[in-house]
C-alpha cells in the first residue's frame, strides 16, 4: 500500500514564528504536493515538486516556501505565519506519468494565534 | 483559467435514495478526472479514477462517467446509506501541466435514516 504520512495531524502556533510541515511518501514518487484546503473552496495547490531540489510554484505561493533534499520527503515552510495560513494543509504524492494518480496524506490541520 | 465546477454543493437525501453529483471542467484536454472522498477532518480517498480515453468507471454502487468534450462528469451513487455521508471531490488533471489535479470545492453529501 502507498503511504504518504504528515509528521503533525494539528498544530497550533503563534503568528510570527517559522512552521515546517514535513511529508514523507514510500512509493519513490517523483512528483509532490502542497494543498491547503478551506471551506468552500476546495483544494488549492500552493507548491509542488518534480524531482530532488526541483520546485514550481502552484496557485497560491505567498508566504510559503518549500524544500525537497531526499525524493521521499518534501517539506512545507511558513517563514513568518500568519493567521490567515489557519487551514488544513495536505500533502500528495504521485508518478511523473500522465494519467497516474496522486496519493494523499491524513493532513495537518494548523491554527495560527 | 482552467477551472473545476461541482453542483450543488451540499445536499442532503433519504436512505434509499439514489443520486448524482456533478462536476464540470474548462478544458477538455485532460489526462484524467477523479472522485475522491473525504471525511470530516481526514485526507482524501480515492474512488474512481477514469483516463481520458474512458467514458465510465464502476466501482460497487458508484459509477462515474466522463464526457470531455462538453466538459462534465458526474457521480452516480446508486442507493445511498448514512455511510455515504461525507464530502466528495472531483479533481481533474488537465495536460501538461507535471501531473497536477485541479480540485472542484466539493459536494457536501449527508444521508439521513
Known amino acids: 500500500d502507498v503511504k504518504v504520512t504528515q509528521s503533525s495531524r494539528y498544530l497550533v502556533k503563534r503568528t510570527g514564528e517559522k512552521v515546517f510541515l514535513e511529508c514523507v511518501q514510500d512509493m519513490d514518487h517523483e512528483n509532490m504536493f502542497w494543498y491547503r484546503q478551506d471551506p468552500g473552496l476546495g483544494l488549492r495547490l500552493i507548491y509542488f515538486?518534480?524531482?530532488?531540489?526541483?520546485?514550481e510554484k502552484g496557485d497560491i505561493p505567498e508566504g510559503y516556501s518549500v524544500s525537497r533534499e531526499k525524493k521521499e520527503r518534501f517539506s512545507l515552510i511558513l517563514e513568518s505565519a500568519s493567521t490567515n495560513q489557519t487551514s488544513m494543509y495536505l500533502c500528495?504524492?504521485?508518478?511523473?506519468?500522465?494519467?497516474?494518480?496522486?496519493?494523499f496524506g491524513p493532513g495537518t490541520r494548523l491554527t495560527v494565534l | 483559467k482552467q477551472e473545476v465546477t461541482q453542483i450543488p454543493a451540499a445536499l442532503s437525501v433519504p436512505e434509499g435514495e439514489n443520486l448524482v453529483l456533478n462536476c464540470s471542467f474548462t478544458?477538455?484536454?485532460?489526462?484524467?478526472l477523479q472522485w475522491f472522498r473525504q471525511d470530516p477532518g481526514k485526507g482524501l480517498t480515492s474512488l474512481l479514477l477514469?483516463?481520458?480515453?474512458?467514458r465510465e468507471q464502476t466501482s460497487g454502487r458508484l459509477n462515474a462517467s466522463l464526457d470531455k468534450s462538453s466538459g462534465r462528469s458526474t457521480l452516480y451513487i446508486a442507493a445511498s446509506q448514512p455511510g455515504d455521508s461525507a464530502t466528495y471531490l472531483c479533481?481533474?488533471?488537465?495536460?501538461?501541466?507535471?501531473?497536477?489535479?485541479?480540485f472542484g470545492a466539493g459536494t457536501r453529501l449527508a444521508v439521513h435514516p
Open positions: 477514469i483516463q481520458s480515453s474512458q
Open positions: 515538486s518534480y524531482d530532488v531540489k526541483m520546485k
Open positions: 500528495a504524492s504521485g508518478t511523473s506519468g500522465g494519467g497516474d494518480t496522486q496519493y
Open positions: 479533481a481533474v488533471m488537465f495536460s501538461g501541466g507535471y501531473n497536477k489535479l485541479i
Open positions: 478544458d477538455s484536454a485532460i489526462y484524467n
